[in-house]
């Protein structure tokens, strides 16, 4: 006589599908470090409005989250160039390609939120460096659209 072949149960293959997707998950989201860049739309309509204004923008007024420091990165900086500048490679890829420009703010030393901003109004000279929370977005006299990070 031959038994038949165990089954398990619907309950326990959903809970182990489950563990497995749970895993995969937690696993995927490790490969860029803890913080992943998001959307902010206010922050990033500010920044629109300044740039194309020609108009200053305090970051510290238009952000709603605690930060002491802030930088960004333009689009194509290799990934262990934004870690080396900020502590976290923020993105999966091996270059940061999701926008034309990421904010990354820090607070005690820690990477505490990313967005991406989509205007393309930033130099290169201002990049992967660390400024206060004084720091103003201030136009370029003779180049409309640009902005300069100052203290």
């Not at 194509?76 to 034309?100: H, L, Q, V």
């Amino acid at each position: 006589m031959t038994r038949p072949a165990h089954r398990p149960s619907p309950r326990r293959a959903a809970l182990a599908l489950l563990t497995f997707v749970l895993a995969c998950a937690l696993g995927a989201c490790s490969l860029g470090g803890t913080t992943m860049p998001e959307i902010d739309d206010k922050l990033d309509g500010r920044v629109l409005q300044a740039a194309t204004t020609g108009t200053e923008l305090k970051l510290a007024d238009v952000t709603d989250f605690e930060w002491d420091q802030a930088g960004f990165v333009t689009e194509g900086t290799p990934a262990k160039d934004i870690e080396a500048a900020f502590g976290e490679a923020i993105t999966r890829e091996n270059r940061y390609t999701a926008s034309p420009a990421l904010f990354v703010f820090l607070k005690d030393g820690k990477v505490a939120k990313a967005v991406s901003i989509t205007p393309d109004a930033f130099f290169g000279q201002d990049a992967k460096k660390k400024y206060g929370r004084e720091v103003v977005l201030t136009p370029l006299e003779d180049h409309k659209g640009f902005l300069n990070w100052r203290e």
